[in-house]
């Protein structure tokens, strides 16, 4: 089983997701990670909802993120998601969001998650589950 | 203990609530009316938390909206909300939302709440609390 | 060129969208009817962000929805879309959301839209547009 | 006229911005932030509208945020919100995001924002309004 380090997910911007300055809400941004991290963790084959199921959930802890260019009503956009870090008790992921029909890179980000139970307690990620996400370089210069 | 037919909340119209025709997103209406009927719940006595803390859910069934003048940036946004009808299985809410300070009458809507358990099956709101939610006629036009 | 009466479009339910209630928060829907009207137009070959270069607005004045069964973090949404009524300065949209993998029937839905110029005045759809949007019966009863 | 170094904005978490965890989504407190600073601004006695209105827009070109404790459904959030850089092309904020009546600091964050012209060219702030946005030292650890 071929486990890429760097998946690709994308994201058709949609109406609601732009604001008064005709360009796309900075926050709106954070949703596509969540998705392209959520797909990054499919691909292993552990989805996210596998592992709610297993009582354990991912935190955001911190939030980085660099705005480049603007993103636009009916973009095309690409979140390319790697995994910096990963210890059973927190993962790192580093994203790049560029539209490609543009060319242009459109924003940088990392997301510091923490491992917690379903009761918020401290928690880890099964063994198996930290194998299957190899760290791998940034691909782009966060 | 008064309690009063109509209910008033307000919302100061945010940034992230406009899109890129300049004025409110349509979708962004639907969260004033749960802020605007949670509001209207709490005057009772009884809270939208309170009901969940008694296993109860009140779930949106039907929504019909009337988008009349378009809400903008930094507007300051008044939604009255009254019951339309109550029976201890569904409730059915009416909203006018408005700008005082310009005068004008922005959209009217009505929502029917199902009344559902926590595992979502049907249930019935405490007759204590049908009692604090008086039917009221509409007090605009919808 | 073949115009379907009734297009489809699909949507992974992200985490964003989920509330605490552990389902689909209810305005979340009218996003998925957006994208799903807007590849209605794409398919027809004039986009909604060609109307726009034209000076062209279609803005809901008036939605209606029925909410019938949860939506859930990670289902694979489909949103059926046609249009109802098309005449120069209104367009009807009708909605099917379902969840093919489930054999769910999520929610029905219709937009009753304007169609305004650049400054909210009235305007007209062209008429070579109004040709490319026929009015479909409904596949579903709404 | 005295111009508070910190200035105070309170939010009320509605049932939109929670997620299937039960906690706030993180992405919502970025508008927290947003409505934060638009009230910092105001109360200069320019506001986000006025800067709007002389062809400036504050442009979001890097956040960082660390999330402490959750948010939740009906907590009344407070956001303190301070400038901790400003030169004419450049705004930098601070924030802490606490909940009073739990006495729990929720988050803290930083914005650099950019200013540009109405066509996304370089600006400046006017230096009346640079002189009506002091410097404060942070007053919670970042």
Redesign the interface.
């Known amino acids: 089983m071929e486990l890429p380090d760097v998946s690709e997910s994308f994201a058709?911007v949609?109406?609601?997701e732009?604001?008064?300055?005709?360009?796309v809400?900075?926050?709106?941004y954070?949703?596509w990670l969540?998705?392209a991290r959520?797909e990054h963790l499919r691909r292993t084959g552990i989805?996210?909802?596998d592992l709610e199921q297993l009582g354990l959930?991912l935190?955001?802890?911190?939030?980085?993120?660099?705005?480049r260019q603007?993103a636009r009503?009916?973009d095309l956009v690409r979140v390319r998601c790697w995994v910096r870090e990963c210890v059973p008790r927190r993962v790192v992921f580093g994203y790049a969001v560029d539209c490609p029909a543009r060319g242009t890179l459109l924003a940088t980000a990392t997301t510091s998650m923490l491992v917690l139970g379903a009761d918020?307690s401290w928690s880890r990620i099964p063994p198996d589950v930290v194998a299957r996400l190899p760290v791998s370089a940034d691909p782009v210069r966060l």
């Open positions: 058709r949609n109406y609601s732009t604001d008064q300055m005709g360009v809400y900075h926050a709106r954070l949703v969540d998705i959520c989805s996210y909802a959930r935190v955001v802890s911190e939030l980085t993120i660099r705005y603007p009503y009916d918020f």
